[in-house]
């Protein structure tokens, strides 16, 4: 007879449980309290996989559901891992890349090019559904790292060999479904049974792999091609692979080599050529007389507007930097959010009247006293910063509405042009374990928060969900709408940022509600190699949060 053991959950509620239970029978219980499908434990401030056994008597456990985001994070690992099975039950020698973010789900190639089409996409597909129907389970085993080296070794999986390399722990989990057997970074589900909502759509050299919508569980994510955004990303990831950087193993063997100065010069050499190509672009179009610049969270937009400034002088323009900040309505007109607390990312936030009324004068060669906001008084003041553009003249504008035409409504489009600047991380884990691009932006705002603002990590990321919203309405609608892009990412960033945020992540306590995040994260890291700082220029974008910039 099995002993009995307590279990209480987070909300208090006791109840008592055979020994040697599973967390997904416990969530099979109760799964009717929750409104979508449960996808992993949490007990304490840690996550634990639903396949992990209790034999103890256990406190503070909770579940989290696909309308979470480490549970959305656990299905779109789980449907990743389903997709590489279907594939190769079709096609015994296709592997498949999965690349980056696209709307609502990640976009993919294949290996083999000649495989790409949508005969074989839908062939694919149908196949994940009949692998879902099968109710297979998807296991974990831990191997010693010489095993997992062998095993790989033995299916000539590149990326895997070159990532445990450099690993540190003498062990490594590898998943398993349907005989195939690969390493992922993070929890599965227990069966595929639990995959049921995905879609393969053929999209420019590949595929987008959609998942769920993180609005609305219930309902798959809305496909809404992107292709000046896919062709940024296409182009970084060319590059990376011209220089042979195109994942984690790759980048610490350049390291481990001595080359990484070579790769900072190249990854730096590259922004410039970028940020003068753009500079070009602006020179050519003749009427143009005001720059917006506008990017998520973390961006390094500031380093950017600077550069950018260099070369239209480079040009013979005469650039004048204005925030949009300095336009803020008073504090009492700001509008209020559903918490009830002021919203000063809402469009409605600034005086858009007084902009386009500033920005027109000025096109049109008066004179104008720009505005300062002074944020401790919550008041819009004049300080005496006149402005008046002569023929060479030029505004560079930088603020988080700068694609939105409603911000510029009265401003002639053939006198604007708008760059939408973000980092777009196009190395990966390795070839199915991709770096979210909000992860590497979380990170350099992290540090940059506690180097300059003297604000916690733990702060960082209890914000950082609001940050998140604020661009999905306000930055992300809008970013097919810019002229040209900029991806601010430099191929090098995380070996060098990782020295700053680990002292930062771990020093977030067990018993802080973001233990499980920062751990998520320090775990992450460890995949890396460090850089030195002392070869990286101080007009680097990566200056703005590691400090030693040459820009104010």
């Known amino acids: 007879m099995n002993n009995l053991i307590n279990v209480t959950f987070k909300n208090g509620k006791k109840v008592q449980f055979n020994s040697g239970i599973t967390l997904y029978e416990i969530a099979e ?12 434990a949490k007990i304490g401030n840690s996550f634990k996989a639903l396949y992990s056994i209790l034999n103890e008597d256990t406190d503070g456990l909770e579940f989290v559901d696909l309308g979470q985001k480490d549970g959305m994070r656990v299905y779109q690992r789980s449907t990743t891992f389903l997709l590489i099975a279907a594939a190769r039950r079709v096609f015994p020698k296709c592997n498949i890349l999965v690349n980056h973010h696209i709307t609502g789900g990640y976009f993919c190639e294949f290996e083999d090019h000649s495989l790409c089409n949508a005969e074989t996409i839908a062939k694919i597909e149908k196949e994940m559904h009949q692998i879902v129907k099968e109710e297979l389970p998807i296991t974990k085993e831990t191997l010693a790292i010489d095993e997992a080296l062998e095993l790989f070794e033995k299916e000539q999986r590149v990326d895997k060999r070159r990532l445990f390399k450099y690993r540190r722990t003498s062990t490594v989990n590898i998943y398993c479904l349907d005989k195939i057997k690969d390493y992922f970074y993070g929890y599965m589900v227990t069966n595929t049974k639990h995959i049921t909502l995905f879609k393969l759509i053929p999209y420019a050299h590949g595929f987008a792999l959609q998942f769920p919508s993180e609005q609305n569980p219930n309902h798959m994510a809305e496909f809404i091609p992107q292709p000046k955004l896919s062709e940024v990303f296409r182009e970084s990831e060319k590059w990376a692979r011209i220089m042979g950087v195109d994942i984690v193993g790759s980048l610490n063997d350049t390291i481990s080599s001595g080359k990484a100065e070579d790769l900072i010069k190249i990854s730096e050499a590259l922004h410039e050529k970028k940020i003068a190509e753009i500079a070009d672009k602006i020179l050519d179009k ?18 950017f507007a600077q550069r950018l400034c260099i070369q239209l002088r480079v040009n013979g323009m005469k650039p004048h930097v204005i925030s949009i900040d300095d336009y803020f309505v008073n504090r009492e007109l700001t509008p209020i959010d559903e918490r009830g607390e002021y919203d000063f990312e809402a469009l409605e936030a600034i005086d ?12 049109a060669g008066e ?15 004049y300080r005496g910063n006149k402005i008046k553009l002569n023929e060479d003249d030029i505004l560079v504008v930088e603020g988080i509405h700068g694609l939105n035409e409603k911000l510029s409504y009265a401003v002639s489009k053939e006198n604007k042009f708008k760059v939408y600047i973000s980092c777009l991380t196009q190395l990966n884990i390795d070839y199915h374990n991709r770096i979210p691009t909000t992860d590497t932006r979380l990170i350099r705002r992290m540090i940059r928060d506690n180097q300059y603002r003297g604000i916690s990590p733990e702060r960082t990321m209890e914000l950082w969900a609001s940050v998140r919203r604020g661009e999905n309405k306000n930055i992300f609608p809008f970013q097919e709408q810019a002229d040209v892009m900029f991806n601010s990412v430099l ?3 995380l070996s060098v940022l990782k020295q700053k945020a680990e002292p930062l992540l771990f020093s977030v306590e067990r018993s802080s509600p973001y233990y499980a995040e920062a751990k998520r994260m320090l775990k992450f890291l460890e995949y890396f190699l460090t850089i030195d700082t002392a070869n990286i220029p101080n007009n680097s974008i990566i200056r703005e949060f590691l400090g030693g910039s040459s820009f104010h």
């Open 29 to 40: 219980s109760i799964k009717q309290e929750y409104q979508f499908p449960i996808m992993l």
């Open 491 to 493: 191929i090098y960033e």
């Open 352 to 363: 858009i009247n007084l902009f386009n009324k500033h920005m027109n004068q000025l096109i």
């Open 367 to 381: 004179e104008v006293e720009i505005p300062q906001f002074n944020f401790i008084t919550g008041e819009r003041q």
């Open 286 to 303: 003749k009427n143009i007389k005001l720059v917006l610049i506008a990017g998520p969270s973390s961006s390094g937009k500031t380093t």
